[in-house]
């Protein structure tokens, strides 16, 4: 019953490959975030697009490209990622109040 | 000092129980403040806000002190279901200013 949508739910990339994650929201919010959720940890902040440009980058590789092609939907590049990549990648809509995906779980091999 | 702070738990209680959390945040300035539940490799879900008047939803109840800079989640009547991750969530303005807890969990035991 979420209205922030993700693609895909599982992900499996080698460290050469180059894919992408998904998300969607319609729900009208003009911020959006990418978090990254290792076990046992609470969500990284990692982007968050306000009107659809890029607002914070907490400081993360570039092997992790955000794009925001529209304030409905927002993706997450990912190329030459390392096996301590793997982790939930969740994305998230709104402003105080957030509302979560259900995120992606990616595994690096 | 960490930003906010929680019991990492594991809370064990039986069923019907009360149990209560606490969360404690560092930043004076802080506005706003949530309870997440985080079921096991799921997303958070928003459980409810926290106001200063106290809120409560069934069997839920939120307190927040901002003299002391806690809030609080009490759980009435525990049910097998209620057993999760409860996530204090604090946020301080600007978008990039979302705090989260480490998260307490809880299990509830017939």
């Known amino acids: 019953d979420t209205e922030v949508t993700q693609t895909p739910k599982h992900l499996v990339m080698g460290m050469t490959n180059k894919k992408s994650l998904k998300c969607e929201q319609h729900?009208?919010?003009?911020?959006m975030y990418w978090y990254k959720q290792k076990a046992k940890k609470p969500p990284e902040l990692m982007f968050v697009?306000?009107?659809?440009?890029?607002?914070i980058n907490e400081s993360v590789p570039s092997r992790f490209s955000p794009e925001c092609p529209n304030s409905s939907l927002l993706n997450l590049h990912l190329h030459a990622l390392q096996p301590e990549d793997s982790a939930l990648y969740l994305c998230?809509?709104?402003?105080?109040?957030?509302?979560f995906g259900p995120g992606t779980r990616l595994t690096v091999l | 000092r960490k930003e906010v702070e929680q019991d990492p738990g594991p809370f064990n209680v039986p069923e019907g129980a009360t149990v209560a959390f606490n969360c404690t945040y560092s930043?004076?300035?802080?506005?706003?403040f949530f309870w997440y539940r985080q079921d096991c490799r799921k997303e958070p879900k928003l459980l409810m806000s926290?106001?200063?008047s106290g809120n409560e939803d069934g069997r839920f109840t939120a307190q927040l002190n901002r003299a002391s800079q806690y809030i609080s989640l009490l759980i009435r009547d525990s049910k097998l279901s209620d057993s999760a991750t409860y996530l204090c969530?604090?946020?301080?303005?600007?978008?990039?200013?979302?705090?989260f807890g480490i998260g307490t969990k809880l299990q509830v035991i017939p």
């Open positions: 998230a809509s709104g402003a105080d109040t957030q509302y």
């Open positions: 729900m009208g919010h003009r911020a």
């Open positions: 697009y306000s009107y659809e440009k890029l607002s």
């Open positions: 930043n004076s300035a802080s506005q706003s």
């Open positions: 926290v106001y200063s």
């Open positions: 969530v604090v946020y301080s303005g600007g978008y990039q200013k979302v705090t």
